[in-house]
């Protein structure tokens, strides 16, 4: 269907700007993450910010389909490059440092995990899950160095631009911190994934929307939207069973994705529009095991509507 969106990315029938886009036309072929465990923790686990971690947070550190943290990571990606392999024979790679908070702690650890994939030329490039509140100016400037030989991604999980909701999960900072942190990152050549979480408790509609806009205004790259899951042996699952909270249907989490996608700009990146929730160990919504056909709501939805990526700001509103 023709529209009026310049930015239609129109080889993958998309009215977003997707990831398997931009790793095709950046690399030339597929590309493919393998996520890994480089038995990082977090400063919201070992008591520098708080214990426990953030409320929806797994003792995995949000890792569940990362390596096994006691086998060496060269193994790890070995085994996942392999299942890749079964499904692309002629993929190339993001070693995606997963698990927990893989910029926390000392910068040799961090160049100890990168550095041997650096060099490999089936690497495309290295993504790594963090905090905005675990960058310091040292780490930032070696992660830009390592730019001359791979594109490096940082994913911050931010969840929430506001405060209150940041206090309720226990993040462990404030977003004045995001902004700074990406304030420093843009002058480097270092790439800012910013994840963020529809259906946090006491969020409504307009305040995931005002997340979406308050996002849009950052200079990042990409974006990560999730739904809520409540997963087993995590503080937000504990609560919800004691005294259950509303959560998203499948057609409210549709309709604001939606919403959220027409504002933001059309050349941000749209790295997810859904979760996983492993497995058994998801307790609610079970919507969420069905990406597909979320994912093909969204696309139904935009076309009914004849929207796309970026159209409110586009518009100007």
């Not at 963090?130 to 969840?159: F, H, M, P, S, Y």
């Not at 939207?225 to 249907?249: G, I």
């Not at 309709?255 to 160990?281: F, H, K, S, Y």
């Not at 919507?287 to 586009?314: F, H």
Request: glycine share 6%; charged share 25%.
């Amino acid at each position: 269907m023709k529209t009026n969106n310049p930015f239609l990315y129109s080889d993958d029938n998309k009215r977003y700007h997707t990831w398997n886009y931009y790793l095709r036309h950046q690399f030339g072929k597929k590309v493919a993450k393998v996520p890994l465990d480089g038995g990082f923790t977090c400063p919201n686990r070992d008591g520098t910010c708080g214990t426990g971690g953030c409320t929806f947070c797994t003792r995995s550190g949000s890792g569940e389909f990362a390596g096994d943290r006691a086998e060496p990571l060269l193994s790890q990606y070995a085994k996942g490059q392999a299942m890749m392999r079964h499904k692309w024979p002629d993929a190339d790679f993001i070693p995606y440092f997963q698990a927990y908070t893989n910029t926390y702690g000392p910068l040799s650890k961090i160049q100890d995990c990168l550095t041997p994939f650096l060099d490999r030329p089936e690497v495309a490039a290295i993504a790594i899950a963090t905090r905005a509140d675990c960058l310091e100016q040292e780490k930032i400037d070696w992660l830009a160095q390592c730019c001359a030989k791979k594109e490096i991604w940082l994913e911050l999980g931010v969840q929430s631009v506001h405060d209150r909701t940041a206090r309720q999960i226990h993040r462990g900072h404030d977003y004045a911190q995001v902004v700074e942190t990406v304030t420093r990152l843009v002058r480097t050549p270092l790439k800012i994934c910013v994840h963020l979480i529809n259906g946090l408790p006491g969020e409504d509609a307009a305040m995931m929307l005002e997340t979406a806009c308050q996002i849009n205004q950052l200079p990042i790259h990409a974006v990560k939207l999730h739904m809520l899951h409540l997963m087993q042996d995590t503080q937000l699952a504990d609560a919800y069973m004691q005294q259950p909270f509303p959560l998203l249907t499948r057609d409210e989490y549709v309709a604001i994705v939606v919403d959220q996608l027409e504002r933001l700009r059309p050349e941000i990146i749209i790295q997810r529009l859904t979760g996983d929730g492993a497995g058994e160990a998801l307790i609610a919504p079970e919507w969420t095991k069905k990406k597909t056909i979320v994912l093909n709501e969204i696309d139904k939805r935009m076309a009914n509507l004849n929207t796309w990526q970026g159209k409110l700001v586009s518009n100007g509103r």
